[in-house]
Nanobody, 124 residues
């Protein structure tokens, strides 16, 4: 499976972005998918997750009420909608997929696949 993350950019505080994580080579149907982010000098942290059947989602406390994770099965793509962005949301955002292992919240270790990151920069 190859994951392609896209949709990052530069926005002002309060703005919105939609990140996409497109899978090729295999469907997401049997994988849990998560979004992680890493700011300069900080560890990679989990942001949101969606289960393989899309029946369960998780969002970290820092983004609850602002970020939404969703899945489009037909497009084999997982989205992360980022609203009410804050400067502290500035980071490189990565998507990852796994078939076994703990549900969220979880750390970045043990993922089966990672996408290349997409930069999100929020100006004040």
């Amino acid at each position: 499976v190859q994951l392609q993350a896209s949709g990052g950019g530069l926005v002002q505080a309060g703005g919105s972005l939609r990140l996409s994580c497109a899978a090729s080579g295999r469907t997401f149907s049997s994988y849990d998918v998560g979004w992680f982010r890493q700011a300069p000098g900080k560890e990679r942290e989990g942001v949101a997750c969606i289960s393989a059947d899309a029946q369960s989602t998780y969002r970290a406390d820092a983004v609850k009420g602002r970020f939404t994770i969703s899945k489009n099965r037909a497009k084999n793509t997982v989205y992360l909608q980022l609203n009410s962005l804050k400067p502290e949301d500035t980071a490189v955002y990565y998507c990852a997929a796994w078939q076994s292992g703990p549900w969220c919240p979880r750390g970045p270790d043990g993922m089966d696949y990672w996408g290349k990151g997409t930069q999100v920069t929020v100006s004040s």
